[in-house]
C-alpha cells in the first residue's frame, strides 16, 4: 500500500531516512512531498492509503480527492489542522503521535523564557529563574516535561489540568491548582499548554493576564488561536512590566512588535517540534502506526472515534 509523508516543514533528513527505511521495510510503498504546496497535496494524495502530515491542514477537500485514504497519522501532538468530522464520515482513521515531541517543545520553553529574561541578550541586566514560581496550563506530555526541567531551575511549579487527577500532578512533585484565576495571580511565569479548540481558543486575554504578578511573563508554545490577542495587547499597553514570548507569530505580530519592542518574542515559523531528535521519533512513531493500522487496523491513539 501507498504511504504519503507530506509535511510543508521538512523533518530532518535523518529521521526522513528512518521513516522512509520503516516504510520500505514494511513492504509498503513511501511517496515523500516536503514543502509542498496545496495542489500538490491534492495531487499526491489521489493514490494514498496512508498520510503523514505535521501542521498541514487536511480537510473534506483533500479527503474527496483520496478515495482510497485509511489512515491520517499527525506525526505529532496537535491534531487542530484535522477535519476530524470530516475524516469520520469518510471512514478514515485519525491518530497523533502523543509524547514522540513533548520534550523538544519543553525545552523551547526555556529557551525562549531565559532569553526574555535576560533582555534578549542585549547587555542590560536580567534576571533569574531560581526561586520564582511557574504556573503550567494544562498537564500533559509536554506540561509534564516544562515541570520536569523548572525543577532542575529550582522554580515553585503549579499546575491546572482539568482533565488530570491532583495525585498524578503531585506525584512529579508540583502542586496542583483548580482555577484559571489562581494559575495567573499566583505564578510570575505563565506556561500554555492547552489544545485549540472550540473551549480555548482566545481564552486568554486581558482579564486573566492581568491578574499576573509584577513582571509576568506569559509564555506560549501551544496554539496562536488561544490567545484573544486585543485583549493581551491592552493588557500589555496597561501593564508595561508584563511580557510575552510565542512560538509562532500571532496574527497581529507586528502590531505586537511595533508597540512592545523587546517585550514580546515570536519564532518566525512553529520550532517547538523542530529537532532532529522529535522529527526522529514522531516521525517513526507515525510511519509504524500507520503500517500497523494499514495491516491490521491497529489504532491505539486514534483521536476520531
Ligand atoms: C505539535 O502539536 O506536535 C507541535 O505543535 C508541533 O507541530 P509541528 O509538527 O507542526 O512542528
Avoid at 520536569?148 to 506525584?171: H, N, Q, S, W, Y
Avoid at 508597540?259 to 517513526?284: L, S
Wanted: proline share 4%; glycine share 8%.
Amino acid at each position: 500500500m501507498k504511504i504519503l509523508v507530506f509535511t510543508e516543514k521538512p523533518f530532518a533528513p535523518a529521521a526522513v531516512k528512518a521513516i522512509s527505511d520503516v516504510i520500505n521495510a514494511s513492504g509498503n510503498e513511501l511517496e515523500l512531498v516536503e514543502r509542498g504546496t496545496r495542489d500538490d497535496l491534492l495531487n499526491a494524495v489521489k493514490e494514498a492509503d496512508g498520510l503523514i502530515v505535521r501542521s498541514d491542514v487536511i480537510d473534506a477537500e483533500v479527503m474527496n480527492a483520496a478515495p482510497n485514504l485509511k489512515v491520517i497519522v499527525r506525526a505529532g501532538a496537535g491534531y487542530d489542522n484535522i477535519d476530524l468530522k470530516a475524516a469520520t464520515e469518510h471512514g478514515i482513521c485519525v491518530m497523533n503521535t502523543p509524547g514522540q515531541n513533548s520534550n523538544a517543545v519543553a525545552e523551547l520553553v526555556f529557551g525562549m523564557v531565559v532569553m526574555m529574561c535576560r533582555n534578549q541578550y542585549n547587555g542590560t541586566s536580567g534576571s533569574e529563574l531560581k526561586g520564582k514560581s511557574l504556573g503550567i496550563y494544562a498537564f500533559g506530555q509536554v506540561g509534564r516535561n516544562v515541570a520536569r526541567i523548572a525543577k532542575g531551575f529550582d522554580m515553585k511549579v503549579t499546575a491546572l489540568d482539568v482533565f488530570v487527577p491532583d495525585a498524578v500532578i503531585e506525584a512529579e512533585g508540583v502542586t496542583p491548582l483548580h482555577d484559571v484565576n489562581e494559575l495567573f495571580s499566583q505564578n510570575q511565569f505563565v506556561s500554555l499548554h492547552i489544545p485549540a479548540t472550540p473551549a480555548t481558543k482566545h481564552s486568554i486575554g486581558y482579564d486573566l493576564v492581568m491578574r499576573m504578578p509584577k513582571n509576568g511573563v506569559l509564555i506560549n508554545t501551544a496554539r496562536k488561536e488561544v490567545i484573544d490577542e486585543p485583549g493581551l495587547i491592552r493588557a500589555l499597553e496597561e501593564r508595561p512590566d508584563l511580557r510575552y514570548v510565542s512560538d509562532i507569530k500571532p496574527e497581529s505580530a507586528e502590531e505586537f512588535e511595533k508597540k512592545f519592542a523587546a517585550r514580546v518574542f515570536f519564532t518566525p515559523k512553529k520550532m517547538g517540534a523542530q529537532t532532529a531528535e522529535a522529527n526522529f521519533n514522531a516521525g517513526v512513531a507515525a510511519a509504524e502506526q500507520s503500517i500497523a493500522y494499514l495491516k491490521d487496523g491497529w489504532n491505539k491513539f486514534q483521536v476520531n472515534k
